[in-house]
Protein backbone atom coordinates (compact mmCIF):
# COMPACT_ATOMS: atom_id res chain seq x y z
CA UNK A 1 0.00 0.00 0.00
CA UNK A 2 1.66 3.15 -1.38
CA UNK A 3 0.52 6.59 0.47
CA UNK A 4 0.17 7.83 -3.14
CA UNK A 5 -2.41 5.52 -4.10
CA UNK A 6 -4.20 5.19 -1.36
CA UNK A 7 -4.07 8.81 0.42
CA UNK A 8 -5.51 10.07 3.69
CA UNK A 9 -8.86 10.77 3.62
CA UNK A 10 -7.79 13.70 6.23
CA UNK A 11 -5.43 15.06 3.63
CA UNK A 12 -2.45 14.67 5.92
CA UNK A 13 0.47 11.93 5.04
CA UNK A 14 0.03 8.58 6.91
CA UNK A 15 3.89 8.31 6.63
CA UNK A 16 4.86 11.23 8.78
CA UNK A 17 7.47 14.29 7.77
CA UNK A 18 4.52 16.70 8.02
CA UNK A 19 6.46 18.85 10.59
CA UNK A 20 9.88 19.33 11.56
CA UNK A 21 9.53 17.20 15.00
CA UNK A 22 8.67 14.17 13.07
CA UNK A 23 12.65 14.15 12.11
CA UNK A 24 13.82 14.23 15.80
CA UNK A 25 13.71 10.98 16.34
CA UNK A 26 15.63 9.57 13.22
CA UNK A 27 17.81 12.33 13.63
CA UNK A 28 18.72 11.37 17.38
CA UNK A 29 19.12 7.68 16.77
CA UNK A 30 21.34 8.17 13.23
CA UNK A 31 23.86 11.00 15.16
CA UNK A 32 24.06 9.76 18.96
CA UNK A 33 26.35 6.88 18.35
CA UNK A 34 28.48 8.55 16.00
CA UNK A 35 28.92 12.22 18.09
CA UNK A 36 29.56 9.70 20.95
CA UNK A 37 32.30 8.36 19.56
CA UNK A 38 34.00 10.91 18.12
CA UNK A 39 33.60 12.79 21.13
CA UNK A 40 35.32 10.17 23.01
CA UNK A 41 38.57 10.07 20.08
CA UNK A 42 38.52 13.60 20.67
CA UNK A 43 39.15 13.68 24.36
CA UNK A 44 41.44 11.21 23.87
CA UNK A 45 43.52 13.03 21.31
CA UNK A 46 43.27 16.32 23.27
CA UNK A 47 44.71 14.44 26.49
CA UNK A 48 47.67 13.23 24.79
CA UNK A 49 48.23 16.21 22.77
CA UNK A 50 48.46 18.22 26.32
CA UNK A 51 51.06 16.08 27.67
CA UNK A 52 53.39 17.19 24.38
CA UNK A 53 56.45 18.90 25.11
CA UNK A 54 55.69 22.33 22.94
CA UNK A 55 51.89 22.44 24.69
CA UNK A 56 54.30 22.48 28.27
CA UNK A 57 56.91 25.18 26.22
CA UNK A 58 53.79 27.40 25.14
CA UNK A 59 52.35 27.48 28.77
CA UNK A 60 55.97 28.04 29.86
CA UNK A 61 56.31 31.51 28.03
CA UNK A 62 52.92 31.94 29.29
CA UNK A 63 50.27 31.86 26.57
CA UNK A 64 47.02 32.17 28.18
CA UNK A 65 45.08 28.65 28.32
CA UNK A 66 42.59 29.39 25.74
CA UNK A 67 45.09 30.19 23.04
CA UNK A 68 47.37 27.54 24.18
CA UNK A 69 44.30 25.34 23.57
CA UNK A 70 43.22 26.06 20.38
CA UNK A 71 46.37 27.22 19.06
CA UNK A 72 48.36 24.36 19.84
CA UNK A 73 46.37 21.36 21.10
CA UNK A 74 42.98 21.73 18.86
CA UNK A 75 45.50 21.80 15.33
CA UNK A 76 47.57 18.89 16.25
CA UNK A 77 44.68 17.01 17.77
CA UNK A 78 42.52 18.13 14.84
CA UNK A 79 43.84 15.48 12.48
CA UNK A 80 43.20 12.04 13.36
CA UNK A 81 39.65 13.48 14.60
CA UNK A 82 38.93 14.10 10.78
CA UNK A 83 40.02 11.06 9.93
CA UNK A 84 37.42 9.24 11.81
CA UNK A 85 34.93 11.86 11.08
CA UNK A 86 35.47 11.32 7.69
CA UNK A 87 34.86 7.51 8.01
CA UNK A 88 31.79 8.09 10.04
CA UNK A 89 30.07 10.72 7.41
CA UNK A 90 30.17 7.94 4.82
CA UNK A 91 28.44 5.42 7.49
CA UNK A 92 26.08 7.93 8.69
CA UNK A 93 25.23 7.38 4.58
CA UNK A 94 24.66 3.79 5.15
CA UNK A 95 22.90 4.28 8.04
CA UNK A 96 19.89 7.04 6.78
CA UNK A 97 19.21 4.50 4.45
CA UNK A 98 18.06 2.40 7.26
CA UNK A 99 16.90 4.59 9.00
CA UNK A 100 14.29 5.85 6.56
CA UNK A 101 12.85 2.41 6.01
CA UNK A 102 12.63 1.73 9.62
CA UNK A 103 10.67 5.35 10.29
CA UNK A 104 9.12 4.89 6.72
CA UNK A 105 10.14 8.61 5.88
CA UNK A 106 9.71 9.14 1.65
CA UNK A 107 13.76 9.35 0.57
CA UNK A 108 16.25 7.49 -1.00
CA UNK A 109 16.88 4.45 1.13
CA UNK A 110 12.97 3.54 0.94
CA UNK A 111 13.48 3.99 -3.22
CA UNK A 112 16.62 1.71 -2.67
CA UNK A 113 14.87 -1.29 -0.67
CA UNK A 114 12.51 -1.37 -2.94
CA UNK A 115 14.51 -1.45 -5.88
CA UNK A 116 15.87 -4.53 -3.70
CA UNK A 117 12.81 -6.21 -3.41
CA UNK A 118 11.59 -6.09 -7.27
CA UNK A 119 14.94 -6.69 -8.97
CA UNK A 120 15.28 -3.16 -10.15
CA UNK A 121 18.76 -3.51 -11.21
CA UNK A 122 18.99 -0.07 -13.36
CA UNK A 123 17.96 1.79 -10.10
CA UNK A 124 19.97 -0.12 -7.99
CA UNK A 125 23.24 0.58 -10.22
CA UNK A 126 22.63 3.99 -9.74
CA UNK A 127 22.34 3.86 -5.98
CA UNK A 128 25.49 2.17 -6.05
CA UNK A 129 27.39 4.57 -8.03
CA UNK A 130 26.02 7.80 -6.66
CA UNK A 131 26.82 5.99 -2.67
CA UNK A 132 30.29 5.64 -4.50
CA UNK A 133 30.08 9.65 -5.92
CA UNK A 134 29.12 10.26 -2.35
CA UNK A 135 32.06 8.47 -0.69
CA UNK A 136 34.77 9.93 -2.77
CA UNK A 137 33.70 13.56 -2.60
CA UNK A 138 33.20 13.42 0.96
CA UNK A 139 37.32 11.81 1.14
CA UNK A 140 38.49 15.00 -1.08
CA UNK A 141 36.71 17.49 1.52
CA UNK A 142 38.48 15.32 4.35
CA UNK A 143 42.04 15.76 2.38
CA UNK A 144 40.96 19.68 1.79
CA UNK A 145 40.56 19.33 5.57
CA UNK A 146 43.72 18.27 6.44
CA UNK A 147 45.69 20.94 4.55
CA UNK A 148 43.63 23.35 6.79
CA UNK A 149 44.29 21.95 9.82
CA UNK A 150 48.31 21.05 9.17
CA UNK A 151 50.19 23.55 7.09
CA UNK A 152 52.89 20.91 7.02
CA UNK A 153 50.70 18.80 4.21
CA UNK A 154 50.12 22.02 2.62
CA UNK A 155 53.83 22.70 1.67
CA UNK A 156 54.27 19.53 0.79
CA UNK A 157 55.33 17.66 4.09
CA UNK A 158 58.65 17.06 5.75
CA UNK A 159 60.63 16.40 2.59
CA UNK A 160 60.54 19.75 0.81
CA UNK A 161 60.74 21.41 4.44
CA UNK A 162 64.23 19.42 4.51
CA UNK A 163 64.91 20.44 0.90
CA UNK A 164 64.69 24.21 2.05
Known sequence: MSPKRYPNPLGRSSVGGDTPWHYVLPTVTLAAGLVASVVRFLRGEMLEVMGQDHVRTARATGLSGP????GHVARNAALPVLTIVGLQLNGLINGSLIIETVF????????????????????????????ALVVVVINLGVDALYAVADPRIRRGGATRM???
Do not use: C, K, N, S
Open 104 to 131: ALPGIGQTFVGAVQVRDYPVLQFGVMAY
Open 162 to 164: AEA
Open 67 to 70: RVLW
